[in-house]
């Protein structure tokens, strides 16, 4: 089993940044992609960013150019810097861990952009 704790949500201006950061701690494999989600009301969860073990990267094209990915794999941590957000932005982010068939998810972390 695999565990995954999420920080860094919480309210900002539009314009402004936050950083997520996901804990994953349990027996996680060599080879795996971590990730982030985010699903806004009334929406379907959506792809954000995710990152692999070798460091490539997948973005949504929204968020290209705002947002950026990475990861200590010593830490099991991976991170989203999200810069210049807007209110369109405003979700719940889900962190998520997928391994050889599993896939794992966090319990979501709040982002709310508004002035």
């Known amino acids: 089993q695999v565990q995954l704790v999420e920080s860094g949500g919480g309210l900002v201006q539009p314009g402004g940044s936050l950083r997520l950061s996901c804990a994953a701690s349990g027996s996680i494999f060599r080879f795996n992609v971590m990730g982030w989600y985010r699903q806004a009301p009334g929406k379907q969860r959506e792809l954000v960013a995710a990152i692999t073990n070798g460091g490539d990267t997948n973005f949504a094209d929204s968020v290209k150019g705002r947002f950026t990915i990475s990861r200590d794999s010593a830490k099991s941590t991976v991170y989203l810097q999200m810069n210049n957000l807007k209110p369109e932005d405003t979700a719940v982010y889900y962190c998520?861990?997928?391994?050889?068939?599993?896939?794992?998810w966090g319990q979501g972390t709040q982002v709310t952009v508004s002035s």
């Open positions: 998520n861990l997928r391994q050889s068939v599993s896939n794992y």
